[in-house]
Structure formats: structure tokens, C-alpha cells
């Protein structure tokens, strides 16, 4: 046999192997098509449940978050100006005083002994002074004898008083009505000189949050503006006026100093207490709240479900990109690729895919009360 005679063989072989492939391939196709039509013909298109919610409007200004420290009113370091020995003592840690109670007494009974000898004096120069006068008006004694006994009398009433002025220092009263901090004085125990004795803490309606912001933050803020306070995590925030912005800007920071009062307020937090603010920043625009189950977080970014209505009048759930922006409460803002009224997933929105079909469910009770 010739090897051409060969060669048309095997390709004729090969070429017959290939055409009955693909005749099967075809058939097999054709054969699967069928059996998906038959299938969809008879078994109705799969329907997702969710829980379809409205997008509603609301008021969106954006902010930023600083760190302040809570400040009482008034708030002063107690110290004793004078040294000596404790005889009395009313330091008790967290009790409140009023104004003018005795906290911390020394020892006065040298000086007040002196008193008694000096006010002693002061009478005999105040009779002394009244017989110059008599005398004068009879003309028994010189002017200047008069003179003399009347500085006498008043040396005599200034000493009185600064002994009394010493005897008052040694008395340590409460300035203001005030909170007592940790002390560590007692009876019998000597204290020189500017001794810390404890810290008062004045109690009031009104406190001051102290934090810095960005110099061109700052520039936005007005005395009059409100801030708002949040002390812990899942807690109501507290609105603060603001009272004061610091008149420079710190030069290593960049950063300004600025005040605020909460007022009107029961539930005033402790001072020294750090607290997170959040002020405003711009004017005020119009944001879009969804729940914060209805948003999607993927390797492409931020994305809702919305729910529109087919030809057929069906729901069926699309994928949309957004902008998202702060969490308020149970509520996220979307700023940028949501219009007020659309519906979209609020639950139930992982297991859709696009164009699915899906079915309403009610909101729950608990739902509804969050």
C-alpha cells in the first residue's frame, strides 16, 4: 500500500472522529436546552424575602471629632497660707459644703491671747485719747499731746486687726458650694506653709468642656454655636454652647483652644472627665437615611438594594453604589446615590443577586420600637 493511500486514511479518520464529536456535542447542547425549558416551564422563578424599607430625607451637616476635658465652674487646690497645728478638720471625701464652712482650723490660742492683750491696749488708748480731748477743750494740754494719743489709739486698732487678719487665716473655709476631693489631714498634725490639703470641686447646673481644634476648624466656629458632648459609647450626645475661642492659635500645634458649657442638663459629667465633641463643620445640607442593615460593604465600595417594580408589576432587587456617611442611631446617612422615597433591603439583602425577585415581609413590633 502506498503511504498517500495511508495518509487519506488516517485523515479521513480523524476528520470523521471530529465531525461525530462535534455532532454529539450539538445534540448534547440541544439536549440540555430542553431539558432547562422544560424545567423553567414548569417551576416558578425563585422569590427572595426581605424587609423593604424607605429612604426619607434629613438635615446632614458634617463633623469632626475632638477630645476635651470637663471643667467645673470653679475648681481651686486648698492649701493652709500659714503653718501650724491642726485642731479641727472637715475633709470628708465627696461630701458637699456650702460656702463658708470651716474645712481646716489651726491652732490660735497664742494669737488669740494676743488679741486679748492688744484690744486691751486699744481700750486704754481710746480713754487716753478722749481725757487729751477733754483736756484740750480746756486748754490744759498742747495739740500735739492730742495728736499723739490719737496715732497712738490708731497704731493700737491696726494691730487688733491684722492679729485678727492672722487669726481668720488660720481658719480654711470653703469659698464656694463645693464637692470634697481626697485629703490627707488630721487632728494634732503640723502643716508648714502652703500645704496641699485637698481639692473642692464647685458644684453647679453648668459645666466647661475644654479641647482644641484645627486653626481652620476654628475659624468656622462663632461664639453662641453649639457642639455636642458624648461621654460613653451608646449614650444620648449633650448639646454645649460654645463660650469662648481662645485668641491665638498655638504655634506648634496649629490648633486652637476652644470652650463650651453644658447647662440643663442632670446628668453632668465628672470633672477632669475626657469626653469626645463633635462639631460642626459648613453649612448644613440634606442626606438620605436608610437602616443600617440595608448597606453593603464590598471590594467595590459602599451599595445598597433597591427594590423597583418590573413590567409585570414584581419587585426585583438591583445593586446600586452609594455614599455613605455617619451612623445616626439605627439610621445610616447616605449623602451621594439615593433619592428620598425609593425602597430598598433592609434585611435579607445578602442573599440577592441582580434582577432577583423578591417578596416583602413585614417589619416586626421590636422593629418597629427601634
Keep these: 500500500m502506498q503511504p498517500s493511500t495511508v495518509v487519506r486514511r488516517r485523515i479521513g479518520s480523524i476528520v470523521l472522529a471530529v465531525v461525530l464529536l462535534a455532532t454529539g456535542t450539538v445534540l448534547a447542547a440541544w439536549k440540555h436546552g430542553r431539558l432547562v425549558a422544560e424545567r423553567s416551564a414548569t417551576q416558578p422563578e425563585p422569590v427572595e424575602a426581605v424587609t423593604v ?9 458634617e463633623t469632626t471629632t475632638a477630645i476635651g476635658t470637663v471643667l467645673a465652674m470653679e475648681s481651686i487646690t486648698l492649701r493652709n497660707e500659714l503653718p501650724g497645728t491642726v485642731r479641727h478638720v472637715s475633709l470628708d471625701p465627696g461630701a458637699i459644703v456650702e460656702a463658708g464652712t470651716i474645712l481646716v482650723a489651726l491652732d490660735t490660742s497664742v494669737e488669740t491671747a494676743d488679741l486679748r492683750a492688744l484690744q486691751a491696749q486699744a ?14 477743750q480746756h486748754e490744759a494740754n498742747a495739740e500735739a499731746e ?7 489709739r490708731d497704731v493700737t486698732l491696726a494691730q487688733v486687726e491684722r492679729l485678727k487678719a492672722i487669726i481668720a487665716r488660720k481658719v480654711i473655709r470653703a469659698p464656694f458650694r463645693a464637692r470634697v476631693g481626697l485629703s490627707d489631714v488630721h487632728v494634732g498634725q503640723y502643716l508648714n506653709e502652703g500645704v ?17 481644634v484645627p486653626q481652620s ?9 453649639t457642639v455636642e458632648i458624648v461621654t460613653a459609647e451608646g449614650t444620648a450626645p449633650i448639646v454645649a454652647r460654645i463660650v469662648a475661642i481662645d485668641a491665638k492659635v498655638d504655634p506648634g500645634t496649629r490648633n486652637a483652644m476652644v470652650r463650651a458649657r453644658i447647662s440643663g442638663t442632670d446628668e453632668l459629667p465628672s470633672p477632669g ?3 469626645r465633641v463633635q462639631v460642626p463643620l459648613g453649612a448644613t445640607s440634606t442626606a438620605v437615611a436608610v437602616p443600617a442593615t440595608a448597606l453593603r460593604k464590598g471590594p ?3 451599595h445598597v438594594w433597591v427594590l423597583t417594580a418590573d413590567e409585570g408589576g414584581a419587585l426585583r432587587a438591583h445593586e446600586r453604589t452609594v455614599s455613605s456617611g455617619p451612623v445616626v442611631g439605627d439610621a445610616v446617612l ?22 432577583a425577585k423578591v417578596q416583602p415581609t413585614p417589619i416586626s413590633a421590636s422593629a418597629r420600637r427601634e
Excluded: M, P
Design 53 to 61: 424599607a424607605t429612604a426619607t430625607s434629613r438635615e446632614h451637616r
Design 123 to 136: 481700750a486704754l488708748a481710746e480713754t487716753t485719747l478722749r481725757r487729751h480731748v477733754y483736756l484740750r
Design 146 to 152: 492730742v495728736d499723739q494719743a490719737r496715732a497712738q
Design 196 to 212: 496641699q490639703l485637698t481639692t473642692l470641686q464647685g458644684v453647679s447646673d453648668q459645666e466647661n468642656v475644654d479641647f482644641s
Design 217 to 225: 476648624v476654628a475659624a468656622g466656629l462663632t461664639h453662641g454655636g
Design 273 to 275: 472627665a475626657s469626653v
Design 300 to 302: 467595590g465600595g459602599d
Design 334 to 355: 447616605i449623602l451621594k446615590g439615593l433619592k428620598a422615597g425609593e425602597q430598598v433591603a433592609a434585611s435579607g439583602s445578602f442573599k440577592l443577586r441582580e434582577s
